[in-house]
C-alpha cells in the first residue's frame, strides 16, 4: 500500500502544476497586472508611476509566462508564473497583493468554515441515513411515494432558497436564531444552528435519494432473503444487515469530501456572515487579488487529491477483498 | 399527569427567559451605550496614507485626525480646526522669496506657505508602540522569536504606552506620502504640489533599494524641503504655486499624524507574518480606538481614554443657533463607550437585522425600499407606516457626486466641437429620459443634473438660473425637459434624420460601454437602448467587465459610457477638472474620461482653480458651464441622493458627506433599544411544536401498517 500511496502522490506533482498553470492563464486572460495593481490602489489619481512602483514592488513587472530576454533556464524562471508558484509547492502561500499573510488568513479562517461543515456533515448524514431507511422500511407505502416526491422537490429547489426562506422563517418570523453573525468558541453556537439547518435540508433531498437507492439494492440481495428465512423481524435485517453493508459505498463517498470542508462554502458563509475561507476565495476574486485566487485554488486541488487517496485507502478498510498494489 | 403534560406544553412555547434568541450579540451588552452597524466589504488599509475609500474612512477617520475637520452642522460645508489651534495661516511668496499680499495675483505667487499650530497637550491612544520602561526605553520595539511566537493579536501586549502628539508626527506622516513603498494613492497629486517630495521619494526609493519589503527606514533622517517644524506645536508646509484647495487635503486622514515609534514597531519581523501591521492596527489621537479588528467579521471601536475631548457644536446649520441638532450643544464628545461594526455582506440579513433592531441604522437598497418608503402626492419621499410605527426616522442628502453619460470626444462621430457633432449630442441628452432613470432604477433617489456641479457645492446654481437651456425649459417654475421634437430636429439637423445618416443612407448605430451583463444590468441597458430608438438611433451594447471598460476608456476606444465621480473636497474645481482637457484620460491618463478639449474653458479653468470663491469666481464658473452645456461631452446624468434609516434611539444623524469622523457625534438611548428588541423579537415556538406534531401523526398510519404487515403471515 506504501508503494501506491507515494505513486500516488507523485502523480499529483503533475496535477498540481497543471492545475496552478490553467489558473494562471485563466486569472490573467482576464486581469493584467495593471488591473491588479488599479485594483489595490483605487481608481481615483492614480498615476502610470505608481502602477509601476506597485508592480515592482510586488513582483509583476516581469513579463507572464515567458521571458525572453533572460538567459538559459531564466526564460521560465524569471517570469510571474514561476515566482508567484513555486513557493505554493512548500505550502508557502506568501502574501496576499493588500499585504496580508495568506497562511495565517486560511488559519484563521479554515475553524469558522469547520465549524459549520462538520456538524453539516454529520447531522446529514444521519438525518439521510434515517430517512431513506425510513422509506425502504415502508417501501410500497405511500410514504415511500410521497417520500421520494419530497425529495425530488427538495433536490430541485436551490440552495439559495432554503437559505433565506430559513432566514426568514427561523430567525425574522419566528425569532428563533440570529439571521447571520458568527462568534469564536461557545459562543458561535447560536449562529450555526440556523446554517447548519439549511445545510442539512439543502441536501437531504439527494442525499435521502441516493441513500434509498442503496439501500433498496442491498434489501434485493440474497443474504437479506436468507436473513428473512431465518425469521429475522424487518428491522433487525435493515440495521443489522442492510446497513451494513451499504454503508461501503456511502463510506467511500463520505471521504472524499472530508478534506474538501476546509475549503467551506461560498454562499452560506456570504449570507450568514461567516468568516470561513468560502467567503475568503469570494473575496480574492471580487478584489482581483491573484495571490489569494492561486493559494485557494492549489489548497482546493490539494485537498481534493488527498479525498481521492483517502477513499482508496477507505476501500482496503470497508472491504478486505480490495488491495492496493 | 395531565397537568403535567400542559405545563410541558405550555414551558414549549412559551419563551424560557427575557432573553432574546436571535439576538446576535452577547445579552450582557443589552444596555450598554454601544452602537451597532454593518460594514458590506473588508476594508483592504487602515493606513492613513493608503486609505482612500468611504469603507475604510468609516474606521480610520474615527481615530486619526488631520488638523482640520468639516464643521457638522453647517451648510454649505465649512472645514474648522480639529487638532489645529487655528485655521492654517497662509502667506504668499514670490519667485525671490518676497513676502506678497493676501490678494496678489496668482501668476506672482511662486509658493504658498501654510502655517499649522496644534494644540499642545494631545496624547495618542493608549498602544505598545509607545510602552516604555522606568528607563524610558521602549519595551516592544526590539522583540525576541520568543516573545512575537506569544502574540497573535495586538491585545496580547501586555503593556501600552502613550505620548504628546507634536508637530513632527505630521512631518513624519507626510514623508511617510512621499514612501514609493507605501503606494499612497496621492502621492503624484501631492508632489505637483509640496516642495521637495519628489526629491525626498526619489531618495527613499534609492535608500530602500536594498532593504527587505517591509524592513524599517527611519523617516527621520530624511530631509522635505517643503515641510518644516518651527516649534513643537508648530509646522509649515510650502507649496508651489497658489492652490487653495490644499486645505481640504489637510482634512482628509493622509495628513494625519504618525508617530515614528509605531513604524519602527511594527516593522520588526515576525509581526507582519500574524497580519500585525499599521495598515491593520491604526494608531491615532482620536475619540476612537480600534479594540478589535477582525475584518472577516467584526471591527470594534472603542473609547480612546486619551482623547483630547470636543464639544458638540453650537452653530446650527444655517450658522445660527436655530437648529434641532443642537441639544447636545456643548456636550463633551464622544457619546458612544464603543460601536460594534459587523461584516454583513448581502443586503437581506442587513435589512432584517435592522428591522429586528439589531442593527441602529441602515441605508436604502432596491429589495427594501418599498417596505420602507412612500411618495406622498407632492412627491417627497416619506416612511411607510410600519417605519412610522416602529419610530424609524428617515435622513436624506444630495450627494457631492454626479453620475454622468459621457461622450468620447474623440470618436469622429460623436466627438469634436463641430456643430454636427454638437447638435447630435443635444438631441441624444434631450431623449434620455434621466428623470425616467431615476424613477425606475433608483426609486426616485436622485435629481436630474444640469451640469457638473452638485447642489451644496460653490459653483451650482438653483432655479431657472441653474438650468441647462439645451435640454430643459422653465416652465411653471420648473425645469422640463424639451419635447422630443426638437432632439429629432436637431439629430435632422446633424445630418441623422430619423436615425439614418444622410450621406451613407444606413441607420446611425452608436455603442454603450457596459459594465456587467446581470440581470439587473440588462434592465437598464434595454432602457438605454429605447431611450436611442425615440431618435432611430440603434445602440449596441458592448457589455464587458470593469477591467475592459477601464482599458477602453484610457485607450479612448469608448463611445458613450455610464460614470460617476464622488467629491474629495466641496470645491467646484474638483468636478470642473473632470472636463479639463490636459485631463484626458486618453492622451494624460486623467481623469477627464470623455476626452473632451476647449481651449477657452481650460483658459478658464486655469484661471479659476487657484482662485477664491467669490464673485468673479462664480461669474468664470458660469462661463465654464455654460461652455461645458453648449458642447455636451456628458449627457449631464444625476446627482445621486442618500437615503438613510435610524432608530428612534439613534441621535445627531445629520447626513454630512464631506466628514467621515461623523461616529463621535452619535448619540443613543440604550434602554429605549432594549425595550424596543424585547418588544420585536420575542421566540415564536409553537410553530415548531406544530411542525413535530404534524410528522408524528403522519407516520402513525405507516407505523400501523408496517405492524401489521411484520405480524402477518407469509401465505
Known sequence: MTAYIVRRLLYAIPILIGVNLLTFVLFFVINTPDDIARSQLGDRRVTA???????????????????????????????????????????????????????????????????????????????????????????GTYIDFWGVVLCVILLSVSSLFYIIGGQYLLSKLFHLVPISGYDTGINATKFLILPVIVGVISGVG??????????LEEIGKDYVRTARAKGLSEHVVLFRHVLRNALIPLLTGIVVVLPLLFMGSLIVESFFGVPGLGSYTIDGIQRQDFAIVRSMVFLGSVLYIIGLLLTDISYTLVDPRVRLR | MHRLAVSVFCALISPASDALWNNPYPESQAKENVLYSSFSERPKHLDPVRSYSAGEYAFIAQIYEPPLQYHFLQRPYVLVPLTAVNMPRVTYIGADGEI????????????????????????????????????????????????????????????????????????????RMANPRLHSPIAGVMAQYIVGFSELSERLETAQADLEDGAYLDLRRFRIAGVTIVDRYTYRIRIHGKYPQFLYWQAMPFFAPLPWEAERFYAQPGLRDKNITLDWYPIGTGPFMLTENNPNLRMVLARNPNFHGEKFPDVGEMGGHEDMLLADNGRPMPFLDRAVYSLEKESIPRWNKFLQGFYDNSGLTSDSFDQAIQFNPQGDATLTAQMGERGVRLSTAVATSIYYMGFNYLHPVLGGGSERARNLRHAISIAVDFEEFISIFRNGRGIAAHG????????????????????????????????????????????????????????????????????????????????????????????????????????????????????????????LFLLYGPNSKAKNNGENASNYARPEFDRLFAQMKNMDNGIERMRLIDEMVTIARRDAPWMWGFHPQDFSLHHAWVRNTKPNLMANNTLKYVRIDPELRAAKRGLWNQPVLWPLVLAGALLAISLIPAFVSFRRRERSTAL
Do not use: C
Open chain 1, 206 to 215: 439527494s442525499g435521502t435519494r441516493w441513500y434509498r437507492t442503496l439501500f
Open chain 1, 49 to 139: 508611476a505608481a502602477i509601476d512602483t506597485w508592480k515592482r514592488a510586488h513582483g509583476y513587472q516581469k513579463p507572464l509566462i515567458y521571458n525572453e530576454n533572460a538567459q538559459g533556464l531564466g526564460k521560465l524562471t524569471d517570469t510571474v508564473l514561476f515566482n508567484k508558484s513555486v513557493r505554493l509547492f512548500a505550502f508557502d502561500f506568501g502574501r496576499s497583493d493588500s499585504g496580508r499573510d495568506i497562511g495565517y488568513d486560511i488559519g484563521q479562517r479554515m475553524w469558522p468554515s469547520l465549524a459549520i461543515a462538520v456538524p453539516t456533515l454529520i447531522v446529514g448524514i444521519l438525518v439521510n441515513i434515517t430517512f431513506a431507511l425510513l422509506i425502504a422500511l415502508f417501501r
Open chain 2, 100 to 175: 506678497l499680499a493676501g490678494d496678489a495675483p496668482v501668476t506672482d505667487i511662486a509658493f504658498s506657505e501654510y502655517e499649522i499650530r496644534i494644540q499642545p497637550g494631545i496624547r495618542y491612544q493608549p498602544h505598545p508602540a509607545l510602552a516604555r520602561n522606568e528607563h524610558g526605553e521602549y519595551i516592544y520595539h526590539a522583540l525576541s522569536p520568543a516573545q512575537i511566537k506569544q502574540v497573535h493579536e495586538l491585545g496580547d501586549f501586555k503593556h501600552t504606552g502613550s505620548r504628546e502628539l507634536t508637530a513632527m508626527d505630521y512631518m513624519y506622516q507626510i514623508k
Open chain 2, 452 to 575: 457638473p456641479i452638485p447642489p451644496g457645492i460653490f459653483g451650482h446654481r438653483q432655479g431657472q438660473a441653474g438650468i441647462n437651456p439645451y435640454v430643459y425649459d422653465w416652465v411653471d417654475g420648473r425645469a422640463r425637459r424639451k419635447p422630443l421634437a426638437v432632439a429629432k430636429k436637431l439629430l435632422r439637423e446633424a445630418g441623422y434624420a430619423n436615425g439614418i445618416d444622410n450621406t451613407t443612407g444606413k441607420p446611425l448605430a452608436l455603442h454603450f460601454e457596459a459594465i456587467g451583463s446581470g440581470p439587473d444590468e440588462k434592465a437598464r441597458l434595454n432602457w438605454m437602448r429605447k431611450q436611442f430608438r425615440k431618435l432611430g438611433i440603434q445602440l449596441i451594447v458592448r457589455a464587458t467587465d470593469y477591467n475592459r471598460f477601464r482599458d477602453k476608456m484610457l485607450k479612448g476606444k469608448g463611445e458613450i459610457f455610464l460614470w460617476g465621480w464622488n467629491a474629495d473636497y466641496p470645491d467646484p474645481e474638483n468636478f
